[in-house]
């Protein structure tokens, strides 16, 4: 039985090395050189894509005629009261709105922009509010180690002359040395 199961296995591989050969895609001839002139040559993609939108559009205008042909023209439509029939076009006439309204239109989008200003300078002011200490400088944080008592005298100098203050860290080894050139200075 093992051996029959081996067998079958492989027969069923068998039948997918037909898969693994790449088939040749069909393409189909393009315009001929002597026939340019007459322009694009429409291939079957092409007309399809053009039938489905015609037949598309003769549903639609079929569907819009039986519409029509059912209509009752002695129907009343609220719409009827805003149009007017001039050449066989319907016009909508515009709504014609007395002063209260006119008024009461205008108040509205005051108060709609009075609104908007607001929201925008709570926004201006939410943003101020995080931006309080961008004006203040920031702290000089340059370390300078200093070998020699005349770099030392420099700076001290270049610290009198300029109105911020600058932090000088020297090491504790370059510290004893110093101590120890001033005494012997």
């Not at 932090?167 to 050139?181: F, Q």
């Amino acid at each position: 039985q093992l051996f029959i199961s081996k067998i079958c296995q492989f027969c069923y591989s068998m039948s997918s090395f037909k898969n693994l050969i790449p088939k040749r895609k069909y393409r189909e001839r393009g315009q001929l050189s002597n026939r340019q002139k007459l322009g694009f040559l429409e291939k079957k993609k092409d007309y399809k894509v053009r039938a489905v939108n015609r037949h598309q559009k003769e549903d639609s205008i079929r569907k819009l005629q039986e519409k029509a042909s059912l209509r009752n023209p002695n129907e009343f439509y609220q719409k009827m009261t805003k149009t007017q029939v001039v050449n066989g076009e319907i016009i909508e006439l515009g709504q014609r709105k007395n002063a209260k309204e006119k008024i009461k239109d205008q108040t509205l989008n005051i108060n709609l922009v009075g609104l908007r200003k607001t929201i925008e300078q709570k926004k201006i002011e939410k943003m101020q509010a995080h931006l309080h200490l961008i004006d203040i400088p920031k702290p000089n944080t340059h370390i300078k180690f200093i070998d020699s008592i005349n770099e030392l005298n420099e700076l001290e100098d270049e610290e009198s002359q300029s109105p911020v203050e600058r932090e000088v860290e020297v090491p504790r080894a370059n510290y004893a040395k110093l101590t120890h050139k001033m005494e012997n200075f």
